[in-house]
Nanobody, 116 residues
Framework: QVQLVESGGGLVQPGGSLRLSCLAS????????MGWYRQAPGKQRELVAS???????NYVESARGRFTISRDNAKSTVYLQMNDLSPEDTAVYYC??????????WGQGTLVTVSS
């Protein structure tokens, strides 16, 4: 059974930082592109960052320079370090695992609220 379990969300003040983690089980993590998506109230889910099997990272423009995605294949975990957070970053953040042969797997999401 595939499980992606996110953690690390919460309430943070503008300018603060959070580190999200996503622990994967039931998949061979090494062969999945991992991503973080977010969905703000009333908006569509959007890709925030992704990291390929080889470790190449891609970011949405609004996250570039503030967020860092990384992966630890030995721990089957992907991280999203988020710095200099703003209220516009408030959303539910979802972990995604993608493999062309298997398709997409999703976590349940973790809420990030940026507010003073």
């Amino acid at each position: 059974q595939v499980q992606l379990v996110e953690s690390g969300g919460g309430l943070v003040q503008p300018g603060g930082s959070l580190r999200l983690s996503c622990l994967a089980s039931g998949i061979d993590f090494r062969f999945y592109t991992m991503g973080w998506y977010r969905q703000a109230p009333g908006k569509q889910r959007e890709l925030v960052a992704s990291i390929s099997i080889g470790g190449r990272a891609n970011y949405v423009e609004s996250a570039r320079g503030r967020f860092t995605i990384s992966r630890d294949n030995a721990k089957s975990t992907v991280y999203l370090q988020m710095n200099d957070l703003s209220p516009e970053d408030t959303a539910v953040y979802y972990c995604n695992a993608r493999n062309l042969a298997v398709g997409d797997k999703w976590g349940q999401g973790t809420l990030v609220t940026v507010s003073s």
